[in-house]
């Protein structure tokens, strides 16, 4: 990946600004910040100081945890305010409406068979699942079994060897497909036939019209839910909760033993959904339940649904998904071996949560499974689970075993050979088309996320209408999540070059991280003074007759300054993000900044306001290009008084073509939780003076240029 990654795709707003030209003269040096005596390079500048925000709010919950939750009210307090806190931070929930439930074919299994289940949990969107019954009479318990992230869903194997395991022990199982899995992907092209996903071509598709992988898809549900204060999660736990609603409204199950079990993504599903649906009464998720202080510090944070906005800074790690629920039974079922979510982390958990058990009177309430093996629903796990859903949900103590006789030694390898599923994926599949979104009348996430983005636009337009400019700037400080305005930099030179007569002086701003700037400085100043943001790199438009020069040669002084995250500090060369094409490399510290209810957007804001304050002076034209431009604009929002002029080239038209677009490309460096409930891009226009702003090209979800 170059190392301008995001400026590449606005050449064509540039070219009619200026020629392409080198990023420095022939031995011209630009480069500002040097390594450290400890050899600590810029490009992780940022990510250490994020690792030091998240060690704080991690060490702020341990220090609360220690000395807030003695008695049994303040052990109920801490359980309340956290699931508010997340159910808040999720959206809320959206309304029930008629499920409209449709058994559209049958199968049948050595000891079970299957139901295949149509759910409308929302109006035109609709859940596609696998119902297990036992062969026995019912009514029976059920268990729920969300799945991970297998792209074929509920038909992956080790789904579909746990919902047999529970049905022929007497549970009902019903396994289904998550949103962007399975038949129920978002983003189709009905015009190609795929054989390979577009964002991993090694990897074959589940159906010829799906596009990206179910990773890919519910990180960019992720950025549109985000936008509007809600979280892709919401999606996730609806599903759970309205599968619930029907299993509860059959008469062969019953109603009050209802179980939920799941493995990775699964897992996550699992515990959140019994953290907020106390109908579930035993509950065992697998493969997910760690410390954010060994996910963060290891893997970097996961995918969409994984990262609740600000959950760190109000202190809420991921052993709270087991406190909300207790005392009600619930096992941790994990690997030794995992190294997606890690064991020490999880025995650390289980720690946490033991202890909360036992100041609540009910140390037996929270119990571990941790066989050695690898990531994974492995046999062992589902031999373990199926014996605490049988001792919770059947109040029987069983002696559980898929395979009736074992080796006495074998590999990963052997085991997985030994057990094989029944079914295929079109043995399994619910609708004709293979896919809900091929269904007339289906709406996807994208298509309900718009329409709540047009609500939302309405009922932000009469609150903003209300405020004054005062208090429209404080809205919008509380919404990047900087209300304490710019914080306070020093300058310091380090470095003087010339360029003929041109004196180019290197500097750095002592901010939260330092920050390089070069000031290209005429012979003959005529009293302009020009700050250039390029989001890619303060160099890009610096060499021997480029943008720059051009400016400084008629007059100006051109102070060409670099953000938090951009050019010399810009991250993720440590460890490789997922999805780094789709999000950009820097999605993991963006995601992080997310978790501590930071935005790059609000961080930039202020390091915009920190150089403007450093440089001090009179009026300022300011230049802002690509992923510069939404901090410069936020920036001259706040404080229009500081500027003459403010020029955006590259820049969304909206947050709201951001929300509804079923496809984005690179926007995760421009996500703002909650903004589109307080304002938008054009709101700020407003608020700079419209006299003042000058729109160079602007750019769509997908970063090509607009007219």
Not at 161 to 180: M, N
Not at 298 to 312: A, M, R, T, V, W
Not at 555 to 578: C, D, P, Q
Not at 610 to 615: N, Q, S
Request: charged fraction near 25%; include cysteine; charge should be negative.
């Amino acid at each position: 990946m170059a190392p301008v990654h995001r400026s590449v795709p606005l050449v064509a707003f540039l070219s009619a600004f200026v020629l392409s030209f080198p990023l420095a003269g022939s031995g011209e040096e630009l480069t500002v910040l040097a390594p450290g005596q400890d050899g600590v390079t810029s490009d992780v500048y940022l990510e250490d100081w994020l690792a030091a925000e998240v060690e704080r709010c991690i060490e702020r919950r341990s220090e609360a945890f220690e000395t807030m939750i003695k008695s049994a009210k303040a052990c109920r307090a801490w359980q309340e305010d956290r699931r508010a806190f997340f159910l808040e931070r999720i959206g809320g929930l959206p309304e029930r409406t008629p499920l409209k439930a449709e058994i559209t074919g049958t199968l049948e299994g050595e000891g079970y068979r299957i139901e295949k289940i149509l759910l409308e949990t929302r109006p035109g969107f609709h859940l596609t699942a696998n119902l297990y019954l036992p062969a026995t009479p019912g009514p029976w318990p059920a268990v729920l079994v969300p799945c991970g992230h297998s792209h074929n869903g509920k038909a992956a194997g080790q789904y579909q060897l746990a919902s047999r395991l529970l049905a022929r022990h007497g549970l009902a199982a019903i396994c289904y497909d998550p949103i962007g899995q399975g038949e129920r992907y978002q983003i189709l092209d009905p015009e190609t036939k795929r054989t390979h996903f577009d964002d991993a071509p090694h990897v074959e598709t589940v159906h010829p019209h799906v596009k990206l992988m179910c990773t890919t898809e519910h990180t960019m549900v992720g950025l549109s839910s985000a936008l509007l204060g809600e979280n892709v999660a919401q999606y996730r736990i609806w599903d759970g909760m309205r599968v619930i609603d029907y299993l509860q409204s059959r008469p062969d199950i019953l109603p009050d033993k209802i179980g939920c079990t799941g493995n990775s993504g699964g897992g996550t599903e699992t515990a959140y959904l019994m953290a907020l649906d106390d109908r579930i009464v035993a509950a065992a998720p697998g493969c997910y339940l760690t410390t954010f202080r060994s996910l963060l510090s290891l893997k970097g944070p996961q995918d969409g649904e994984q990262n609740i906005f600000g959950q760190l800074a109000f202190g809420m790690d991921q052993a709270d998904y087991c406190i909300m629920r207790l005392p009600k039974p619930t096992l941790i079922a994990a690997g030794t071996r995992d190294v997606t979510f890690d064991f020490a982390g999880t025995w650390d958990l289980f720690r946490d949560a033991k202890r909360f058990a036992s100041r609540i009177g009910h140390p037996d309430s929270i119990d571990l499974a941790a066989p050695d093996a690898p990531h994974g629903f492995t046999l062992q796990l589902r031999e373990a689970v199926t014996r605490f859903m049988l001792r919770h949900l059947a109040g029987k103590e069983v002696e559980v075993r898929e395979i009736p006789e074992l080796p006495d030694a074998f590999s990963d390898e052997e085991l997985r050979a030994l057990t094989t599923p029944d079914w295929t994926d079109a043995d399994l599949q619910v609708t004709t088309e293979g896919q809900v979104l091929l269904r007339p009348g289906e709406r996807s996430v994208f298509e309900i996320n718009a329409a709540s983005a047009a609500r939302l636009k309405t009922d932000r337009a009469r609150i903003w209408d209300t405020l004054d400019a005062e208090g429209r700037r404080k809205l919008v400080r509380r919404t990047i999540g900087d209300e304490r305005g710019p914080d306070k930099a020093t300058l310091e030179t380090v470095g003087e070059l010339k360029r003929g007569d041109l004196t180019i002086r290197k500097v750095v701003l002592h901010s939260a991280i330092p920050l390089p700037g070069l000031s290209f400085i005429p012979a003959k100043p005529d009293g302009r003074v020009v700050v250039y943001l390029h989001g890619g790199s303060m160099k890009a438009d610096a060499g021997p007759g480029g943008a720059i020069e051009q400016l400084a040669r008629s007059g100006a002084v051109v102070h060409a300054v670099e953000l938090r995250g951009i050019g010399e500090t810009e991250t993720g060369n440590r460890r490789k993000a997922f999805g780094a094409g789709r999000f950009g490399r820097d999605n993991l510290e963006i995601l992080t900044a997310y978790l501590i209810g930071k935005s790059y957007t609000g961080m930039r804001t202020a390091d915009v306001e920190a150089w403007i304050g450093a440089l001090g002076g009179g009026p300022i034209e300011l230049i802002a290009v690509g992923e510069a431009s939404l901090p410069a604009l936020h920036a001259a929002a706040l404080n229009p008084d500081r500027f003459s002029q403010v020029t955006l080239r590259g820049m969304i038209r909206s947050w709201e073509s951001l929300a509804a677009a079923p496809e984005t490309h690179d926007q995760m460096v421009n996500l703002v939780h909650g903004v589109l409930r307080h304002y938008d891009l054009p709101d700020l226009i407003g608020l700079v003076g419209m006299e003042k702003v000058i729109l160079g090209g602007s750019a769509d979800p997908m970063g090509n240029p607009l007219p």
